[in-house]
């Protein structure tokens, strides 16, 4: 599968289960609801239907609701939420962090956890840019309203500018709209269409997002598995990031950045790096570790479900549950690190003789202490 993850539309296409499941086989990581259109009764059971690939499938997915507007609706989208205890929330219309916050204060009101996903898509919000991105837990770049409310041709600049500044600061960043249009009618796309795909890749988005071509489209299985074959072959092919400015503030960031560079060491050799193994109790390693956009795994191990979740819109991150039996609240210890490595191997990520770069916390208790990093042959 690809690296950058694929957000699926869910919508009256993809109603059967079946047709929905294979979303899931093809690559979609992520599905977004938009409550714009249909019920909540439909919803209601699309996202329970979801869930049941989910557990059948035993894989891990997030559920992201798009709530339309500020207003009575975004009630209801909240009760929904709460109900499914889903992962993101998508803010449309928004002009600066006082409407994130406001949601924020709702979602508090209905004892919801989701992370807010804020909409880039009026003037207002790129005046307030910075600011947004700093209040929110997460940015789509949503081209369809904003090219109504800025020039067209400055859609792509902002675009740009959007991902960088969310790839600097370890937010995951969504970009929308269009990506791959006339595939709603047609079992191929545009070569304007995948050249779009692959900008987006070379900008180092953390996902694209499939619109109504999985919504309503006549091929909405086959749109996910062109996003994801686009999105592989160009993370394969464009440089490592350069030119961005990541702060460097904390532990954790710190390592991260070490254990990014001391993968780049082995590019040129013969034995290379087959991912990265992270440990995680909070999520921070991961953000931190994938905002440099290694074309390497980082596969994730949490006790947290709804981290688990989340994690699947970070690009490159590829989340386990790890059950909490014990061995997870104090000191690592070599035993840990065994059933993580069985694990990896089991599900064929790596092979036995095979390394990885291992990263945690010798003290699981304190969250931002990641202090470990370590070569590690696969027994």
Sequence with gaps: MSLTKIVATVGPAVEPKETLSSLVESGASVFRFNLKHNNPQWHSRMIKKLQEIAREKKKPLAILLDLPDPNLKNLIGLSLAAKYDVDFLALSLLRSKKDI????????????SAKIIAKIETKEALKNLEE???????????????GKEISLEEVPYYQKKVIKSCVEKGKPVIVATEMLESMIYNPFPTRAEVSDVANSVLDYTDAVMLSAETATGKHPKEAVLMA????RFWEKNRPPIKNFNFEINHQTSAVCYSAY????????????????LVLTKGGLTCHMLSRLRPNIPILAFTPDKKLRDRLCLLYGVVPFLLEERGYFYKKRSAKDIERVLFKIKKEEYVKKGERVILIYAEDWGKLGKTNIVRIQEIP
């Design 132 to 146: 947004i991105i700093l209040a929110a837990d997460g940015i789509m770049v949503a081209r369809g309203d904003l």
């Design 101 to 112: 916050e406001k949601l924020k204060k709702k979602a508090k009101s209905f004892s919801l």
């Design 261 to 276: 560079h001391l993968w780049l060491s082995f590019l040129g050799q013969k034995e290379k790096i087959k991912a990265f």
């Design 228 to 231: 994801e074959r686009i999105c």
